[in-house]
């Protein structure tokens, strides 16, 4: 495989990750205002919404963070491959 071909496909995985998130936002904004809707029309005296909201949230944080942080999987990878190549070149 050409370096390339290989650079394609990093960043064919990056925008899948990338939409991957965007998925998972959107849908997390949309479901969270019809709990948050569906809360405050019919029990409005208890603010339930707030648990699932919470909840989700602290996953789309962490989904967030593995895509965008320092952290994330694709530095991880990209540095073991570098250090492979590396060896390699040896």
Known sequence: MSEQDENYQLAKERVEKKMGFAIHAG???LVN????????TRSPENYW???P???WGIGLVF???KVFGPGG?????EKMIQKEQA???Q
């Open 27 to 29: 849908v997390y904004v």
């Open 33 to 40: 205002a019809g709990l948050i809707t569906l809360n405050l």
């Open 49 to 51: 919404f707030i648990w």
């Open 53 to 55: 909201l919470g909840g």
């Open 63 to 65: 989904h967030a963070f």
């Open 73 to 77: 999987s694709t530095s991880l990878k």
């Open 87 to 89: 060896r390699l070149k």
